[in-house]
């Protein structure tokens, strides 16, 4: 087993390019998550306008304001796992999480 550090280490001995490939992977990193949470914010639109519950009568249901369901269906705010599993509940949906692995080399 080899970490993440190491393999970068062996095929980055190069302080200054190891640390170009690191800032790469950062920013590809953090597109993934913009990504990801898009995804997720949709899909919770999507689920809560199948219901027929309004914004309102979620956050409602969930003790919040309206703006911020608005601000997480935007994506404009991320939304943790206890606050998704609260929704789901509010909505009387069931969440799945899916993760597939894939090799790193």
């Given at each position: 087993?080899?970490?993440?550090?190491?393999?970068?280490?062996?095929?980055?001995?190069?302080?200054?390019?190891?640390?170009?490939?690191?800032?790469?992977?950062?920013?590809?990193?953090?597109?993934?998550?913009?990504?990801?949470?898009?995804?997720?914010?949709?899909?919770?639109?999507?689920?809560?306008?199948?219901?027929?519950?309004?914004?309102?009568?979620?956050?409602?249901?969930l003790?919040?304001?309206?703006?911020?369901?608005?601000?997480?269906?935007?994506?404009?705010?991320?939304?943790?796992?206890?606050?998704?599993?609260?929704?789901?509940h509010?909505?009387?949906?069931?969440?799945?999480?899916?993760?597939?692995?894939?090799?790193?080399?």
């Open positions: 087993f080899i970490t993440l550090d190491e393999m970068v280490r062996l095929d980055y001995p190069d302080p200054v390019k190891r640390r170009k490939f690191m800032k790469e992977v950062r920013a590809e990193m953090e597109a993934l998550e913009a990504e990801y949470q898009r995804e997720l914010s949709r899909k919770l639109q999507r689920a809560r306008e199948s219901t027929g519950i309004s914004q309102q009568e979620l956050a409602y249901r003790g919040t304001q309206k703006t911020a369901i608005s601000r997480i269906e935007s994506g404009r705010q991320n939304i943790t796992m206890g606050t998704l599993v609260r929704t789901c509010a909505m009387d949906a069931k969440c799945k999480i899916d993760i597939k692995i894939s090799k790193l080399r």
